[in-house]
C-alpha cells in the first residue's frame, strides 16, 4: 500500500497537484481513521484517497474494487455525490491498469475514515494478498508502478485535469493486499497550482514507455518463445 501510495505521490506532484500523505513510512502505531480524516479535513482536499488492498477467507477470491461512503443524512450527505463520482472514475482507470477482475462499487456506512471525512473520500482496493497470483505481483515493482499510474489517471480525471495515456489491459493480473496493516490515505489538494506543461509532456511520456514496456512484457508472457 505505502510503496504505491508513494509512487502515486511523485507522479501526482510532478502533475502540478499538492499531495499531503497521512503516513510515510510503516513503522510506528497506527494513528486511526478518526485522526487520517481529520488530516484531509485540514487539508480541505478536493479528494481523499485511501488505498488498500483486501484479503479473503478463501485463495480463490480476487480482484479491484472500490469503496465509498453510503448516503447519511448529517454525516456522509455534504460527500456522498462527488465520492460516488470519484469512485466510479479512479475505479475505471485502476481496472484499466491492473487488468484484474472488475468487482466493482461499493457503499459502506460503517467505516469511521468515511463517516468522518468533510471531503470526497474512496477507499480502492487494489487486490487480494489472499490470492498468491494477485499477492506475488502486487509485491512487484512494476505493478505497484501500474496501480499508482491508474490512481494517478483516475485522480486527475476526477480532478478536471483528463490526460489520455495509451493502456492495454494485462491478460493476467492480480494484487497484494496487507491484511494486518493500515490502509494509506492521501489527501489530495487539487487546483492549488497550475501544472508545468512542459512536465506534463515529460510525465506523459515517461507513462506511455511504462506502458509499451508493459505490453511488450505480455507480449513475452503470452507468446513465449
Known amino acids: 500500500n505505502l510503496a504505491v501510495s508513494l509512487r502515486l505521490r511523485t507522479l501526482l506532484r510532478r502533475a502540478g497537484v499538492r499531495v499531503v500523505m497521512t503516513r510515510t513510512r510503516t513503522a510506528g502505531t497506527s494513528v486511526g481513521n478518526v485522526v487520517r480524516a481529520g488530516i484531509a479535513n485540514k487539508a480541505t482536499a478536493a479528494l481523499f484517497l485511501r488505498i488498500h488492498a483486501d484479503g479473503a477467507p478463501t485463495a480463490t477470491a ?22 460516488r463520482r470519484a469512485a466510479g472514475i479512479v475505479q475505471a482507470e485502476l481496472r484499466r491498469a491492473l487488468g484484474f477482475p472488475d468487482r466493482g ?10 463517516n468522518w471525512a468533510d471531503v470526497p473520500v474512496i477507499m480502492v482496493e487494489m487486490g487480494f494478498m489472499t490470492n498468491p497470483t494477485e499477492d506475488r505481483l502486487l509485491a512487484t515493482s512494476r505493478y505497484q508502478q501500474r496501480a499508482a499510474l491508474g490512481l494517478c489517471r483516475g485522480t486527475l480525471r476526477f480532478l478536471g485535469r483528463a490526460m489520455s495515456f495509451p493502456t492495454r489491459r494485462p491478460a493476467h493480473a492480480r494484487r497484494a493486499h496487507d491484511a494486518a496493516g493500515p490502509d494509506t490515505g492521501l ?7 497550475d501544472p508545468d506543461p512542459a512536465v506534463l509532456g515529460g510525465m506523459e511520456q515517461v507513462i506511455q514507455r511504462s506502458q509499451r514496456a508493459i505490453e511488450l512484457d505480455l507480449a513475452d508472457r503470452q507468446h513465449p518463445v
Open 187 to 193: 489527501a489530495i489538494c487539487g487546483g492549488l497550482r
Open 105 to 114: 462499487l461499493q457503499e459502506r456506512s460503517d467505516f469511521t475514515g468515511f
Open 62 to 83: 480476487r480482484g479491484t474494487h472500490t469503496l465509498y461512503p453510503a448516503l447519511r443524512a448529517g454525516w456522509t450527505d455534504d460527500v456522498y455525490v462527488a465520492s
